[in-house]
């Protein structure tokens, strides 16, 4: 049996990120979702001081927390590791600066616009907050395995156009639009091709019923094809010769034909993902309550959509080993979960939450759960039961003690 999807450490984050290192562990993608530092008391009880000694400020105490941490979570990273971290607008420049003193600047990955509330919070005074926000780095930038083109973020209704055989495309102009691109600049791409708007056919010579066509601007001047003649050749079936009105009257021109599958195969095309995430692709705040209150019950008052969680692992090659060590409700290992039954690979999660607990009067608590860790392994078990966990019957737990006494004994357990 290989490694299980799911495995769960209680324990303090910074004790378990020491304990993996010693054990040789490495992951090849670290979500965290640490305390936002809203004026609730930290479960994380460091010695959190200034540089004068005294005791340190709300936001030098949140970052004397996060540092170590961080430094430790590097250790841990594979060589093609990435790591995405949640924040609000409380602590967004201090773990700017944080995450380019640890894992330098240069392999800042993107700073994404998470819309996880799309009404906005509507509490307080000033605008309603709707966002939040996910820094990303590698820990080199050179070797990361991240892929920021998905196909998820692909849009069919992009691709209007349908074959009799039924593939999607649409149409692009053959020529280069950008007139920067001209016969002055681009000389080997101002050339002739023939076509006829009757059947469609397009090719680099002569043909019975083709006519001579030069690539052109809409005003008239000349203009360079954006494929070379030797590429025009090679795929006379990517492209239709149409009839087309412009300002100067009717013309006839080329057109691509740009496939929503890359090839017959039905090979997916990728799209890049943009900085800005919406509710409507990931989930939300609102969403997430109710993902979570169908598995276990209403336990967690804010945690993250899975949806948020699975955009981030189609980022990372589908065998990435996955570590959440601000695991919270559990949503990380849930995605992981809920990716690998969908695409039949083999992710795998470990999540890490220390015994912090639960605020009196809460729906955990009145389920006597005491701890934020119950709530963790109450829906990690709750996964293996619904999902599985990877050929183990149970969720897989570890402790600190094991950790530092089986060094990589978990691989293949």
């Not at 490495?26 to 008391?41: A, E, V």
């Not at 790591?83 to 944080?98: C, G, Q, T, W």
């Amino acid at each position: 049996m290989g490694e299980p999807w799911n495995t769960f450490v209680e324990g303090d984050n910074l004790d378990v990120l020491r304990a993996l290192s010693v054990a040789g562990e490495t992951f090849d993608l670290i979500y965290i979702d640490p305390p936002y530092n809203t004026g609730s008391l930290f479960a994380y009880h460091d010695d959190r001081r200034g540089k004068d000694g005294k005791r340190a400020g709300r936001h030098e105490a949140w970052v004397a927390m996060m540092r170590p941490r961080l430094e430790a979570a590097r250790t841990v990273m594979s060589e093609r590791a990435a790591i995405y971290v949640s924040i609000d607008d409380n602590e967004a420049a201090h773990l700017k600066v944080l995450m380019d003193e640890v894992f330098d600047e240069r392999n800042q990955l993107a700073q994404i616009v998470v819309n996880l509330n799309p009404k906005g919070r509507q509490l307080g005074n000033g605008f309603a907050t709707s966002h939040e926000y996910l820094l990303v780095y590698a820990k080199d930038a050179r070797s990361c395995a991240l892929e920021s083109s998905i196909p998820e973020a692909v849009n069919e209704q992009d691709f209007p156009l349908v074959t009799d055989d039924g593939r999607h495309y649409r149409r692009l102009p053959l020529r280069n639009t950008n007139k920067k691109f001209n016969p002055a600049t681009a000389r080997t791409l101002h050339f002739p091709v023939w076509g006829d708007p009757d059947s469609g056919r397009v090719d680099v010579e002569p043909f019975d019923g083709g006519q001579e066509i030069w690539p052109v601007f809409g005003d008239g001047r000349p203009a360079v094809w954006r494929w070379s003649a030797p590429l025009i050749a090679a795929r006379p079936d990517d492209l239709m010769c149409r009839r087309v009105r412009g300002k100067l009257g009717e013309r006839i021109d080329v057109y691509q034909r740009d496939w929503l599958s890359r090839d017959a195969s039905g090979d997916a095309r990728r799209k890049k993902l943009t900085t800005i995430w919406l509710a409507e692709e990931i989930g939300s705040t609102d969403s997430a309550v109710a993902e979570l209150k169908a598995l276990v019950g209403p336990l967690f008052e804010s945690p993250k959509p899975t949806g948020l969680i699975r955009r981030i692992l189609a980022t990372m090659p589908a065998d990435a080993r996955v570590l959440d060590f601000f695991a919270g409700s559990g949503t990380t290992g849930h995605a992981v979960a809920l990716a690998n039954v969908e695409d039949g690979t083999r992710r795998t999660c470990w999540s890490v939450q220390i015994a912090e607990t639960t605020r009196p009067g809460s729906n955990a608590a009145k389920a006597d759960l005491a701890y934020v860790s119950d709530i963790t392994r109450a829906r990690l078990r709750a996964v293996v039961a619904a999902y599985g966990n990877g050929g183990a019957e149970e969720l897989v737990e570890r402790d600190l003690d094991e950790l530092l006494g089986t060094s990589g004994a978990t691989r293949g357990a």
